[in-house]
């Protein structure tokens, strides 16, 4: 696990226009690392900050001596990614024990199968963050940022949580495929690119899987979540997922 970044309090802000401007490789890298500091630190929600540090002190038994990240838990990629995966919020035992979305989890282990398998990852398994893992022409990100209690966050830690998103949406500036995992990831990609500006449709556009939907310069695709409850269930299979994917390849330019 990397060094601890320190923490203190922090809440976001509004998308700044200089974040919408088109940067060049540095300046947008230079930028995702600062907004990734900023998030990591965010203590904004005291119910979520609450639950993600009472989870790292009471873990279950085959996590039992770990250090846990216990804090907001920032997107991570290729910053001149094409495609964005979009997910709801980091697992209690996954992303919140190991500080990398999808890292550490069964959720992690079938999602990055797929990306590997589409060219996306480097690797198809993602268990720490000092293991090596990159993405190429993806980032990974979750519409909140800290491990709510049943994976489900409060309306305003929701509405607290989205500038995030949005500011890391403006910033990525080459992205033009977002990958929605689930219903909760659709609806906050539609407020996100809503936010930059781009009409969104009234009523909005419905999730299911395989649903797909352009919105100006970003097409929007839906996959279920690559959760437990859809993965051993078979209601997402490999192919599917497969097949969501191929297709944001596809649009994304290959
Ligand atoms: S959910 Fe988002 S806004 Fe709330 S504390 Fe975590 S990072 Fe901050």
Redesign the pocket.
């Known amino acids: 696990m990397s060094a601890r970044r320190p923490q203190h309090g922090s ?2 802000t509004s998308i700044a226009a200089s974040a919408v401007a088109r940067a060049s490789a540095a300046p947008r890298a230079a930028a995702l690392t600062a907004l990734t500091a900023e ?1 990591a630190a ?4 005291p119910r ?2 609450a639950w993600r540090e009472s989870v790292a002190a009471d873990p279950p038994r085959r996590f039992a001596g770990q250090r846990y990240w216990a804090r ?1 838990v920032p997107g991570f990629g290729d910053p001149a990614a094409r495609i964005l995966l979009l997910g709801l919020a980091p697992a209690a035992h996954g992303g919140n024990r190991t500080g990398r979305v999808f890292t550490g989890d069964r959720s992690g282990d079938f999602l990055f199968a797929a990306l590997h398998r589409a060219g996306l990852a480097s690797q198809a398994t993602s268990l720490a963050v000092d293991d090596g893992l990159e993405l190429r022409g993806a980032y990974l990100a979750a519409a ?3 491990a709510p209690p049943g994976n489900a ?1 409060l309306p305003d ?1 929701r509405d ?2 989205a500038p ?1 998103l949005g500011r890391e949406l403006a910033l990525l500036d080459e992205v033009r495929v977002i990958v929605a995992l689930g219903a909760y990831a659709w609806a906050a990609g539609l407020r996100a690119i809503s936010v930059l500006g781009i009409a969104v449709p009234r009523p909005a556009p419905r999730f299911g899987h395989g649903a797909e939907v352009r919105l100006g310069r970003y097409a929007m695709l839906g996959t279920f979540h690559p959760s437990q409850q859809n993965t051993f269930t078979g209601r997402l299979t490999p192919v599917m997922l497969d097949d969501v994917v191929g297709r944001a390849v596809t649009l994304a330019g290959g």
């Open positions: 809440r976001p998030i965010c203590r904004a929600c979520l900050v907001a909140v940022r800290c966050p830690e607290r949580c995030f």
